[in-house]
């Protein structure tokens, strides 16, 4: 990450006043960051963020130096839940104080709007996420979350686990539906429902299946690598892995969820194991995933499998009480 800047922030401009030419240099060193720090090609969600800006129909703002923009923060919101889909300011001018001056502008704009009552955000690129002030910090939450990857050269190494009574195949849309009140079940009362609503309930986790398989903020859905575990006797899903790419040879493993009755039996490292061959199959070189801090045995699970943590950040709620 770049360290921080002594640069002081300029003003903000809401993002509809702009084309996506004036955004290019900003887009162009996020590009380069997200690649440097994450191997991770932006280039997909950057065509996204141009085409919206072009249209005029990106909320959001834009941090100011002069006539250059040199930061931005877009949202989204869905009836009474906002999500800030991301933050990005040029490492010139990468600070605490001007990072919080696109949080000022959205946040402020957001309890204007009308309805929203919450604020979700997991900004990866935001600067010292777990120890910093933050606006509203009355009604602010932070939970720690790693960014871990592996290498794949050693994969075959892993040992497989065998699961009587399991049918492990590929992952399909056939099996969304039920894909998406599996992961509801499973996330009851687990510490990822407390920053993020799609997991607490089956709408909810449908809207979040819709958005990696369908869309490139993630990635682009892996099908291949991707795998459902299933009852041989009755058909019910157990567990599942869903896999993206997110550049040339580099996957990221966007979920994994087994049911509460096969929690700890190895369903979901034997999930992960066959996710991990699939894509050295296919020639990656690396895999990632993220995890929040506060979950150690996923944590612990992930270690084993030869996993590293590359980086720290947060996930953050602002809900007024």
């Known amino acids: 990450m770049s360290p921080l800047t002594e640069r002081h922030p300029g003003p903000v401009a809401e993002l509809g006043r702009f084309s996506a030419e004036d955004l290019g240099p900003l887009l162009d060193e996020a590009l380069f960051t997200w690649d440097r720090d994450f191997d991770w090609d932006f280039a997909p969600a950057a065509e996204l963020v141009r085409d919206f800006v072009q ?20 949202y989204v919101c869905e009836e009474t839940k906002s999500l800030i889909g991301d933050l990005y300011v040029m490492g010139e001018f990468r600070n605490v104080e001007s990072e919080n001056a696109l949080l000022q502008a959205v946040l402020a704009e957001l309890w ?37 990857s592996t290498p794949l050269a050693n994969v075959n190494q892993l040992v ?15 099996v969304q ?30 809207r979040f ?14 099908e291949p690598a ?15 892995v869903l896999v993206s790419m997110v550049a040339a040879k580099v996957g990221h493993i966007t ?20 996710s991990l061959l699939a894509l050295s199959a296919n020639g990656c070189r690396s895999v990632s995933l993220t995890v929040t801090t506060a979950n ?17 950040f947060a996930a953050h709620v602002w809900e007024p009480r």
């Open 55 to 74: 249209r005029h129909a990106l909320n959001g703002f834009a941090l100011m130096a002069g006539s250059r923009i040199v930061g931005y923060a877009y």
């Open 112 to 148: 204007r709007t009308p309805g929203v009552r919450r604020v979700e955000a997991q900004l990866m690129m935001l600067s010292s996420a777990r120890n910093r002030e933050l606006p509203f910090p009355q009604w602010v939450r932070a939970y720690p979350r790693d960014f871990l």
């Open 160 to 174: 497989p686990r065998e699961h009587l009574n399991l049918t492990i195949a590929p992952w399909t849309t056939r």
């Open 177 to 206: 539906d039920e894909t998406a009140r599996l992961i509801a079940d499973a996330y009851r009362g687990h510490v990822d429902n407390d920053f993020s609503e799609q997991s607490r309930s089956p709408e909810g986790a449908q």
């Open 209 to 222: 299946l819709t958005s990696i398989v369908q869309y490139p903020g993630c990635g682009t859905f892996c």
């Open 226 to 240: 991707s795998f459902a575990a299933t009852d041989a006797s009755t058909g019910v899903l157990q567990g599942i």
């Open 255 to 274: 979920q994994v969820c087994v049911a509460p009755a096969q929690q700890g039996t190895g369903l979901g490292y034997e999930l992960v194991r066959r």
């Open 296 to 312: 150690q045995a996923a944590v612990r699970l992930y270690e084993r499998m030869g996993f590293v943590n590359r980086g720290e």
